[in-house]
C-alpha cells in the first residue's frame, strides 16, 4: 500500500498501517530463459504464527504458465529464526527456453528489501500477464490468506489464476471493520469489480449492521456502477455449541441479504452466503475451527468460481467463467 495510503487509514485503526505494509496479495510477473533464478530477501520479522506454515507467512511461491495451465514450481524456505532468507528455484526447460513467471509474495510478513538473479547469459523482463482492471477484496484473515500454507493458494491468488485477472488484496488481519477511511481507500482504486466480506470482523465487533450501508454508498459515489459483490461469513464450528453464536450469524445474514435485495440504488449487486461456500464438513477445512487450510481455500475458490463466475461474466468482466488464462 502507498504510504500516504498508510497514514490515512492509521488514523482511524492504528492497527491497519502495520497489515498493510504485509504483502499479501502481491506478485512480480517476469519472463525469462534462465533455468536457475536465486532469491535473497530481507523480511521485518521471522514467521511467528503457531498455526500457519512457515511458507505461507514468509515464502515466495513461484508459477509459471504452461500449455494453458499455472503451474506450481517451488514456494522458497524462509528461516524460523531470522528475517532474512535466500533460496534458489530450479526453473524447467522448455523448448523455447523463455518462460512465463508469476512469483507471489509473504502472506503475513513485509519485505524491507528482494533481490532475484538469474544465471549468466541469461535474460530476464518485466511482464504484464492481465490487461484489465483488477478484482478488489476487501475482507478478513481469509482474505490476506490465513492459513494458506503458499502464498499462491490463498483464494484471491487462487481466483486470479482461474479468472485470468489481477487481485488487489485488501485483506486486513482481524480489522476488516468497515471504517470510513476504508470505503475512500477503495474508491481511490482502480477497479473491475469490488468484493466485500468483512462479517467475520465487523460482525464480532458488532459494526456490521451500522457501519455496511455506509460504506457501500460511499464506493458508490465513485464506482457507481462497478460490479459488487458482498459475502456472508461462512460457519464456524463454535456455533454447533454456541446457539447465540449461530443466531448473531444468521442475523447479519438476514441483514446483507435484504441489503442486496432491496436497495437498488447500490445495484450491480451480488449476494453470496457463506453457507454455499463450503460444501462439506468445514472441520476437514480449517486448521481451527475458523482459518481455512489449503483444501479449504481450494473449495473455497471453487465454490465463488461457480457462484460469482457466471454472475461476472454477464457483468462484462471476467470473458468466460472458470478458464484461467494468460496474456500474451
Known sequence: ??????TSIGQSNPALPGLGRMTAGMMLAFTTDSQILDLEASLFEPPLLNHMAA???????????SEGLWRFIDVSRP?????DHGYRFNLPFSADRMGRYLLYFPLYNAVKGLRLKVESGA????????????VLIYGTSLTQGACASRPGLAYPAM???????????????????????????ITRQVVSAIIIDCEANAGAADVLESRLPAFIETIRTVHRQTPLILVSRMPWLGEWHDQAFHERRRRYHRFQQAMAETRQDIEPLLYLSGEALLSEDASA???????????GFAMLADQFDRLAGPWLVRQGILKQKGVTSCEN
Open 1 to 6: 500500500m502507498p504510504a500516504d495510503l498508510l
Open 285 to 295: 477445512c480449517t486448521v481451527d475451527g475458523i482459518h481455512l487450510n489449503d483444501h
Open 55 to 65: 511458507t505461507g507467512q514468509s515464502g515466495f511461491d513461484l508459477y509459471r504458465f
Open 79 to 83: 528461516s524460523l529464526t531470522s528475517a
Open 123 to 134: 535474460v530476464c523482463h518485466a511482464w504484464q500477464p492481465y490487461q484489465d482492471p483488477p
Open 159 to 185: 481466483l486470479g489464476r482461474k479468472w485470468g485477472v489481477a487481485i488487489t488484496n485488501f485483506g486486513f488481519s482481524g480489522n476488516a471493520l468497515l471504517e470510513p477511511v476504508m470505503a475512500q481507500a
